[in-house]
């Protein structure tokens, strides 16, 4: 039997890609299942149009046997097979895709499911295997091949037998290294996770032989071994069906499957478009603030399936930070992927899903304060400082998103309220929203700064979060109504300072007050007459924007 030869560039083009282009090697058993769900749904689709063929579907499937003592690990499918001239050009060409061609001669556009694209998936082998041996025989066919290669080298292909039409590709798993451990390629447990993370919505069936222990008959404390047949995959995604079709356990149920959280989600949202822009997506806003939120481990990011093969764990560029607490998935069969599917080409279709799915998320969040005002601070008291962070890292329009979304405690309401509702209950001569800051609401109500505006009756939020007000003065306004500190120097209240009066008074005191000045010369730059205080005889004011509140915040930091 002759070797043939790869194709010079073929060669270079193996030996980088088994060695470059994925960062995990175990995503080659998802390739491989990918091809055999592509080689399932060829027949599937023929089926549609060639009435001497049917589909039966129990007869589809993909089989995964893992042989320890021979270091092998076998993928065996049904689906349409290859020719001699197919395995040639398909597996002896890299780069080239019998599925987009497939695709392309078909014509198939829409909706339809074929994974392959891009001819190198098959290789990804190679990061595992000394050699893989694949024995077809296409649909249709009388013959059988075995096409066999180590890599780089090339290949070897013969006749072969083979009764049923299909695929079987067995790899010939890597001995350890010094570095390096192969073993978990022929462990059962650690295959069915892989299968299960990467494939489990492939489909068609994923078949294991699964070996546990059971109870002896009539025994309590004997146990036998058993091994039977499972399917590892649970084939239609949630995200698929129809939502009448879905109950809350069973958004909660995935939620826990997919670890997105310990706690039980607080919503969820189900989003199903299909436009010029197909996808879908389940968002979930967690109950709880997970331990490591506000730590650098905290990573944001929702899983990202293309046709229901998972490409990211964690995809960061589809979640805007003030809404990095938002777990889930996004499923589309629009994005155009790069060969290794760990990065994504264009991200044009990526941003679009990005921008729908904050717009989404934030009109959840309104809908829930409305109308579940208990959840929804349920919800602000976990996650309510990172949209207020949000408003603070403003570098386009997070503002407009969030300044409906914040709630502070509320001087005349004793609870948490929204900057709607203060400007909605602003009474027509009130000038500015006012706001106190302090380390509690008991120490701020005690604050001598908040006396005139509470007796005027003005409503005063309170600020007991590090980053209140620094987020309020990225805010400026809302409604066009001004923030304004109680303790700054010009409070807009009539009443207070009265030109003529307050000049009489201070000439009267000068004397006391120039003492005081020189007493105090370090610590404040003017001492004067006040009408703002009640029943304090004296307060500290701010001259500027910035207030003794947020002065002590800066001076804390480092720098
Ligand atoms: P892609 O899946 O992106 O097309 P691959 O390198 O994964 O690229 O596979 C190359 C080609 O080999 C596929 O397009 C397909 O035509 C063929 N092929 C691979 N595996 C199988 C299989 N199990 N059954 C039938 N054809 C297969
Ligand atoms: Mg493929």
């Excluded at 059988?144 to 080298?153: F, N, P, Q």
């Excluded at 005081?516 to 010369?521: D, G, P, V, W």
């Amino acid at each position: 039997m002759t070797k043939k030869q790869f194709k010079a560039e073929s060669k270079r083009l193996l030996e980088m890609m088994i060695n470059s282009i994925y960062t995990h090697k175990e995503v080659f058993l998802r390739e491989l299942i990918s091809n055999a769900s592509d080689a399932i749904d060829k027949i599937y689709y023929k089926a549609l149009t060639d009435d001497s063929l049917t589909f039966d579907k129990d007869s589809y499937f993909v089989k995964v046997i893992p042989d320890k003592e021979n270091r092998t690990l076998t993928i065996r499918d049904t689906g349409i097979g290859m020719a001699k001239e197919e395995l040639e050009n398909n597996l002896g060409v890299i780069a080239k895709s019998g599925s987009l061609a497939f695709k392309t001669e078909n014509e198939i556009k829409d909706g339809y499911d074929i994974i392959g694209q891009f001819g190198v998936g098959f290789y990804s082998a190679f990061m595992v295997a000394d050699v893989v041996t694949v024995i077809s025989k296409a649909l249709g066919s009388d013959e059988a091949y075995k096409w066999e290669s180590t890599g780089a080298d090339g290949y070897t292909i013969e006749p072969y037998e083979k009764e049923e039409v299909g695929t079987e590709i067995i790899l010939q798993i890597k001995e350890n290294t010094e570095d390096e451990s192969y073993d978990e390629y022929l462990e059962a447990y650690q295959l069915k996770a892989t299968i299960k993370k990467y494939s489990d919505f492939i489909r068609y069936p994923i078949k294991m032989d699964i070996t546990s222990s059971r109870p002896k008959d009539g025994s309590e404390n004997e146990f036998e071994e058993f091994t039977e047949e499972q399917v590892i995959n649970s084939m239609v995604p949630i995200w698929r069906k129809n939502k009448s079709e879905l109950t809350d356990e069973d958004y909660e149920h995935f939620y826990s499957e997919k670890h997105y959280g310990f706690d039980k989600p607080l919503k969820h949202v189900h989003i199903k478009v299909d436009g010029t822009l197909r996808y879908n997506a389940i968002l979930y806003i967690p109950e709880k603030m997970p331990f490591d939120y506000y730590s650098k481990e905290y990573e944001k990011g929702l899983e990202l399936y293309s046709n229901g093969v998972l490409i990211m764990n964690k995809c960061a560029d589809l979640l805007p930070d003030y809404f990095s607490f938002v777990k889930g998935m996004v499923d589309s069969e629009d994005l155009s992927l790069n060969i290794s599917r760990e990065m994504l080409q264009h991200d044009r279709q990526l941003k679009q899903i990005a921008k729908n799915i904050k717009n989404k998320i934030k009109s959840e969040l309104q809908k829930l304060l409305r109308d579940d005002r208990e959840k929804y601070e349920t919800f602000y008291s976990a996650f309510g400082r990172q949209l207020k962070y949000g408003v603070y890292s403003d570098f386009g329009s997070n503002k407009e998103v969030l300044q409906e979304l914040l709630m502070f405690h509320s001087s005349t309401e004793k609870k948490l309220v929204t900057l709607d509702e203060y400007v909605s209950r602003m009474p027509e001569e009130q000038k500015y929203i006012y706001y106190a800051s302090g380390e509690t609401n008991e120490r701020i109500e005690k604050l001598p700064q908040t006396e005139l505006v509470a007796e005027k009756g003005y409503e005063i939020l309170y600020f007991t979060d590090e980053v209140d007000e620094f987020a309020i003065k990225m805010l400026m306004s809302y409604k066009d109504k001004q923030f304004k500190s109680v303790s700054s120097g010009d409070l807009g209240i009539d009443t207070e300072e009265k030109d003529d009066a307050k000049s009489e008074e201070e000439a009267e005191s000068k004397e006391l007050f120039d003492y005081m000045k020189t007493i105090l010369s370090e610590k404040v730059k003017d001492v004067r007459v006040s009408k703002r205080l009640k029943s304090h005889p004296v307060c500290l004011s701010t001259d500027g924007e910035v207030t003794i509140e947020m002065e002590k915040i800066l001076n804390a930091m480092p720098d």
